[in-house]
């Protein structure tokens, strides 16, 4: 694979507070590579009409929400953009259930879904249609 070249550039005047040497800037000029972003595939609607709970497991960190014959787990708390409206409400509606210890994490994943509702980003909606995905 070729590497692309570097830019060097001194700046007169300017120093090192800790070396003393002329500071020096390197920079590369932009990437043509197309930059893709994996898009996880959304929780099919109302998969969450039969929600029971949802709390933070202490032994693993994660966000379970249990729906009675099933449950949901949820390690990164971004994966919540994969639920449609409809869910992301019934989440809205229920506070998590956590130890002291995970609160900040509770409510982390708690504030995330209060973001997804006011700024309407739930998946399926028209905002997120409008993000390009690949094929």
């Not at 001194?10 to 000029?29: E, L, Q």
């Not at 959304?42 to 998969?47: A, I, K, L, T, W």
Request: charged share 25%.
């Amino acid at each position: 694979m070729k590497t692309t070249e570097s830019t060097v550039k001194k700046h007169k005047g300017i120093r090192d507070g800790k070396t003393g040497k002329t500071f020096t800037s390197i920079s590369w000029p932009p990437t043509s590579k197309l930059k893709s972003i994996h898009i996880p595939q959304r929780f099919p609607d109302g998969c969450l009409s039969k929600f029971v709970m949802w709390a933070i497991d202490s032994e693993s960190s994660e966000s379970m929400i249990n729906c009675g014959d099933h449950e949901y787990r949820i390690l990164d708390k971004n994966d919540l953009l994969r639920f449609g409206e409809h869910d992301i409400k019934i989440l809205a509606m229920h506070q998590i259930k956590t130890d002291p210890v995970f609160e900040v994490h509770g409510k982390d994943f708690t504030s995330l879904v209060a973001s997804i509702v006011r700024t309407k980003l739930w998946a399926g909606s028209k905002v997120m249609q409008t993000i390009p995905t690949e094929p």
